[in-house]
């Protein structure tokens, strides 16, 4: 059992900076890839970036990439999500999530624990 506890988001204007941080406690965090999901009021979950266990491999979704970075320490049990040049359009509740194995790195499906979430408002 993995337990996921996001944190750092707000309410922010547009080009804005935020740095949400996802703790885990439980299983050893180093054996799991990582990711965030974001959902927004009447859509769907979407995928916004993954890390592998190793932080050997990352991938982002198109609309992100460049302004975000996601990184880890696996140290601290701690998965980051360094949000620049924030937009209104990256306003969504933003998940941690977490999956022993996968290929599909942008599919929730694939991920078997999940945080509560912390919302990210962007004001234009």
């Known amino acids: 059992q993995v337990q996921l506890v996001e944190s750092g988001g707000g309410l922010v204007q547009a080009g804005a900076s935020l740095r949400l941080s996802c703790v885990a406690s439980?299983?050893?965090?180093?054996?799991?890839?990582m990711a965030w999901f974001r959902q927004a009021p009447g859509k769907d979950r979407e995928f916004v970036a993954a890390?592998?266990?190793?932080?050997?491999?990352?991938d982002y979704a198109a609309s992100v990439k460049g302004r975000f970075t996601i990184s880890r320490e696996n140290a601290k049990k701690t998965v980051y999500l360094q949000m620049n040049s924030l937009k209104p359009e990256d306003t969504a509740v933003y998940y941690c999530?977490?999956?022993?194995?996968?290929?599909?790195?942008?599919?929730?499906?694939?991920?078997?624990?999940w945080g509560q979430g912390t919302q990210v408002t962007v004001s234009s």
């Open positions: 999530a977490a999956t022993f194995w996968t290929t599909a790195f942008a599919k929730g499906g694939e991920y078997t624990y």
């Open positions: 439980g299983r050893t965090f180093s054996d799991y890839h």
């Open positions: 890390i592998t266990y190793s932080s050997s491999i990352t």
